[in-house]
T-cell receptor, first 111, second 112 residues
Framework: QKEVEQNSGPLSVPEGAIASLNCTYS??????FFWYRQYSGKSPELIMF????GDKEDGRFTAQLNKASQYVSLLIRDSQPSDSATYLC???????????FGRGTSLIVHP | DAGITQSPRYKITETGRQVTLMCHQT?????MFWYRQDLGHGLRLIYY???????DKGEVPDGYVVSRSKTENFPLTLESATRSQTSVYFC???????????FGDGTRLSIL
């Protein structure tokens, strides 16, 4: 059974700091990796996706993928209180269009 | 406006009633999905569809029925609602080819 593990948190960081969110997975065939942000009472919103090992940057967000160690991370630089939300990690195996979601990590950015 | 829309946004009904949640997308995405989200369980896949007239069960399909006669619509029906089906329901779509899913705003369903 495919598993996606995330620390439920909450992860609390001060405003302006770097928030590091981690996700580990069990399926070595995973090929597509996604990070979603979900505000309380709202739907998941895509932040980033990554397919290749290494880093992918988009503004204040950086996704890091290490397939050998089976983890994917999301770094948020210069964290803002508006970044406070639950972050969902999702992945998809090659040949499948059905993603597996983690349960999410709650992030709190305090002023 | 382009995108994926769900209706209604909120629904209260009674046990035993039939209720249908609507999902409509304007992107012509091939793939569509229904999830429920409950505290302690995260997102759980109910049903999914690869194209019109092709549907399949997900992780928690019992008590639900879907249809997809047109690419853009993917309604979810609770044939005889139970209290355990009180949840937030999300519809999602994707074009395929490894592209990410995009979610609708959700329907908050309460069954009394």
């Amino acid at each position: 059974q495919k598993e996606v593990e995330q620390n439920s948190g909450p992860l609390s960081v001060p405003e302006g700091a770097i928030a590091s969110l981690n996700c580990t997975y069990s399926d070595q065939g995973s090929q597509s990796f996604f990070w979603y942000r979900q505000y309380s009472g709202k739907s998941p919103e895509l932040i980033m996706f990554i397919y290749s090992n290494g880093d992918k940057e988009d503004g204040r967000f950086t996704a890091q993928l290490n397939k050998a160690s089976q983890y994917v991370s999301l770094l948020i630089r210069d964290s803002q209180p508006s970044d406070s939300a639950t972050y969902l990690c999702a992945l998809r195996s090659g040949g499948s269009y059905i993603p597996t979601f983690g349960r999410g990590t709650s992030l709190i950015v305090h002023p | 406006d382009a995108g994926i829309t769900q209706s209604p946004r909120y629904k209260i009904t009674e046990t035993g009633r039939q209720v249908t949640l609507m999902c409509h997308q304007t992107w012509s995405h091939s793939y569509m999905f229904w999830y429920r989200q409950d505290l302690g369980h995260g997102l759980r896949l109910i049903y999914y569809s690869a194209a019109a007239d092709i549907t399949d069960k997900g992780e928690v399909p019992d008590g639900y029925v879907v249809s997809r006669s047109k690419t853009e619509n993917f309604p979810l029906t609770l044939e005889s609602a139970t209290r355990s089906q009180t949840s937030v329901y999300f519809c999602a779509s994707e074009p395929g080819g490894g592209q990410p899913q995009h979610f609708g705003d959700g329907t908050r369903l309460s069954i009394l």
